[in-house]
């Protein structure tokens, strides 16, 4: 159907608490990708999910961060005991697969997340 | 690692001026590049791509040149519109398709 959603669009959180991010691909689509994005600033890889593959969580800044994809479906990143420095807008995309050069994303319009 | 450097913004145009926004590349192999444009309070969206050398890609009167002798995909536009007005992000992907983006160019143009 539609493009790749996210929710919520918003969430603000107090410093310390945990959040949870949700994002539904295109259906179909194999791949699944995180990426942070600070004010001002490029876009930073997370994580990508590929089918059945261990995730490739390189880009995870800490152990405060972790995400889970049930299938090729719907993926959650959850942040633990949220800090200042976290604040961003947190964008997922997905395509139809990963390793193929020049298969594009398609990306969600983001979660924007302000810790107090 | 894979990294993109492209020029910094903003940059703001008068309508109809020509548009050039400079992406240079690092990388092994051989990357397919982008150009991913960001509407104010848009996601992201792709604008053009380019899969090997010397492929040019086009869209909505944007074009840019995969140079691979020079590492570089420059965004240009003849005649650039308000509509224009967005932040452009240079890109790369790699043999495990991880994107590498750029810092991103604000593009203000001004009637």
């Known amino acids: 159907g539609a493009g790749v959603s996210q929710s919520p669009s918003n969430k603000v959180t107090e410093k310390g608490k945990d959040v949870e991010l949700r994002c539904d691909p295109i259906?179909?689509?194999?791949?699944l990708y995180w990426y942070r994005q600070r004010l001002g600033q490029g876009l930073e890889f997370l994580i990508y999910?590929?089918?059945?593959?261990?995730?490739?969580k390189s880009g995870l800044p800490s152990d405060r961060f972790s995400a889970e994809r049930t299938g090729e479906s719907v993926s959650t990143l959850t942040i633990q005991r949220t800090q200042q420095e976290d604040s961003a807008v947190y964008l997922c995309?997905?395509?139809?697969?990963?390793?193929?050069?020049?298969?594009?994303?398609?990306f969600g319009p983001g979660t924007r997340l302000t810790v107090l | 690692g894979d990294s993109v450097t492209q020029m910094e913004g903003p940059v703001t145009l008068s309508e109809e001026a020509f548009l050039t926004i400079n992406c240079t590349y690092t990388?092994?192999?051989?990357?397919?590049l982008f150009w991913y444009v960001q509407y104010p309070g848009e996601g992201l969206q792709l604008l053009l791509k380019?899969?090997?050398?010397?492929d040019k890609g086009s869209n909505k009167g944007f074009e840019a040149t995969y140079r691979k002798e020079t590492t570089s995909f420059h965004l240009e536009k003849g005649s650039v519109q308000v509509s224009d007005s967005a932040v452009y992000f240079c890109?790369?992907?790699?043999?495990?398709?991880?994107?590498?983006f750029g810092t991103g160019t604000k593009l203000q143009v001004i009637p």
């Open positions: 990388a092994t192999g051989y990357p397919s």
């Open positions: 995309a997905s395509s139809l697969a990963a390793g193929v050069s020049g298969d594009t994303q398609y």
């Open positions: 259906s179909g689509h194999t791949a």
């Open positions: 999910f590929q089918g059945n593959s261990a995730p490739d």
């Open positions: 890109a790369l992907t790699g043999g495990y398709q991880k994107v590498t």
């Open positions: 380019a899969t090997k050398a010397d």
